[in-house]
């Protein structure tokens, strides 16, 4: 393990542009080959989440490459949901109660294209582009591609492989099919698919709605979100079911069809989207999936990093955070001048894995919550009690919400495992009617309120801790 070692990163997106600028920054020899065209001068979103929340791990690991005030100029803050209900009433639930604690939105091809920009300026960084990786023969880390634009198909021979081409990933599945160890692969779809539409600006290119929130159209069994761009834009996501409840993709194929079901369910937000039944009919249904694997790496030649190791649904705006942090945890790692790559593989495996395993729990978890729970009236409830402890107690009480997306020192697993005991005793209160949010509560009564929590949430930890949970 030295700096002459010829490093190739298969994937050039969010996590393999920033893994190649941060292992350049640390004078590393970097080759990165990329399948789709150089997104700088091609569109290539096809109906992809073209922008994603942005927040503090992710601005941790930019801040680490020294490209957080580039990434914080591309952004727009966004504090809170809005709820939308049927009859087009709206009601606000901010993220924090800590004023200084928001998400960003941000555009997945312009935070690429500045990470891209980046890694170019370094002379050991080279990225190629129109190479989609075939294979991989781990066992002598040699990497199979084809060229798109020459149909050409060649090999590049490196000392250590960096696979983070995504979901999909070849080294991942040349992990599977080479049989070389044991290796443990599970990937779960949730019964519901994505489109994506859009809101346009309006005639003075401003946001016809509020810009300062991400919004949900909550509905039960499926929603709608929608997140703000910087032409004045939003980008629109409908998640349902491929098959199930009285609409859903597969039957969803009329005009009249999708028409009464942006009637029923969006009447506000089909007012906002004139072009309805051309992008509904047009645009790619995706899938919704969590990928999970071990292990991560193979000998001291090859490792999995990003989606490619852990990709999960987009439901608590972490997976391009997660990513990003798994960069961090890296770089923390190579600080240890563990001696060679399998060593370094083998601890950022185990100080990361647990904590990408709760983050894709976590999702899921909220993919619930966000469909279901948000118009709840015990849900609104505890996210009161909530915003006034985190206000009065800004140090004291963090929410879970707040523990996974603002707490970046803080790894997922304490911030799923505490979060989950504290939700836990403030439902307990709740439904014990010893709390009534409809009251203003003074600061006494709220101190009252946390030291039970605190007490309670302790308990079940301690509890949870016996029961080897």
């Known amino acids: 393990m030295n700096k002459k070692d010829n490093i190739l990163i298969i994937g050039a997106g969010l996590c393999g542009s920033l893994l190649a600028l941060r292992l350049a920054q640390r004078g590393y020899k970097v080759e990165v080959y990329e399948s789709r065209p150089d997104l700088r001068t091609t569109d290539i979103s096809a109906g992809r989440s073209i922008n994603l929340a942005l927040s503090d791990r992710g601005l941790k690991a930019l801040r680490l490459c020294g490209m957080e005030e580039k990434a914080r100029e591309i952004c727009i803050p966004m504090y809170g949901r809005l709820m939308h209900d049927t009859k087009g009433n709206t009601f606000s639930s901010n993220y924090s109660g800590r004023e200084n604690e928001f998400i960003n939105s941000i555009s997945r091809g312009d935070l690429n294209a500045i990470l891209l920009d980046e890694a170019e300026k370094h002379e050991n960084v080279n990225i190629h582009f129109n190479k989609k990786c075939k294979n991989v023969d781990i066992e002598n880390t040699i990497a199979h591609f084809k060229d798109y634009k020459t149909k050409k198909e060649f090999s590049i021979n490196a000392d250590v492989i960096f696979g983070t081409d995504g979901a999909g990933s070849s080294l991942r599945k040349s992990y599977v099919s080479e049989r070389k160890f044991l290796f443990s692969y599970s990937q779960n779809y949730l019964n519901h698919g994505y489109k994506e539409l859009e809101i346009p600006a309006d005639k003075s290119g401003k946001h016809q709605i509020s810009n300062a929130h991400l919004h949900i159209w909550p509905r039960g069994d499926f929603m709608l979100i929608a997140l703000p761009n910087m032409d004045g834009s939003f980008t629109v996501t409908l998640f349902l079911s491929y098959n199930e409840g009285e609409f859903n993709f597969e039957n969803l194929t009329s005009e009249e069809k999708i028409t009464k079901f942006f009637e029923k369910e969006f009447p506000d937000a089909l007012t906002l989207i004139p072009n309805i039944l051309e992008e509904f009919t047009n645009n790619p249904t995706g899938p919704l999936g969590t990928i999970k694997c071990s292990p991560w790496f193979y000998q001291n030649k090859t490792l999995l990093m990003g989606d490619s190791s852990h990709a999960i649904v987009p439901f608590y705006g972490q997976g391009m955070n997660a990513s990003f942090e798994d960069v961090v945890v890296f770089d923390e790692i190579l600080n240890q001048d563990l001696g060679d790559w399998n060593a370094v593989f083998k601890a950022y495996q185990k100080a990361r894995k647990h904590d990408t395993d709760a983050i894709a729990d976590l999702a899921i978890d909220n993919f619930y919550e966000m469909r279901?729970?948000?118009?709840?009236?015990?849900?609104?409830?505890?996210?009161?009690?909530?915003?006034?402890?985190?206000?009065?107690?800004?140090?004291?009480?963090?929410?879970?919400?707040?523990?996974?997306?603002?707490?970046?020192?803080?790894?997922?697993?304490?911030?799923m495992k505490r979060g989950r005991a504290q939700d836990k005793a403030l439902l307990n209160l709740i439904s014990g009617d010893e709390v009534h949010t409809h009251l203003e509560m003074t600061k006494d009564e709220l101190v009252v309120i946390l030291e039970r929590v605190i007490l309670e949430t302790n308990t079940i930890l301690e509890e949870d801790k016996i029961a080897g949970m």
Do not use: C, W
């Open 372 to 415: 279901d729970h948000v118009a709840n009236p015990i849900f609104k409830e505890k996210r009161k009690i909530e915003m006034d402890l985190e206000k009065t107690f800004p140090n004291q009480y963090f929410s879970k919400y707040s523990l996974v997306t603002f707490n970046e020192n803080i790894g997922y697993y304490e911030a």
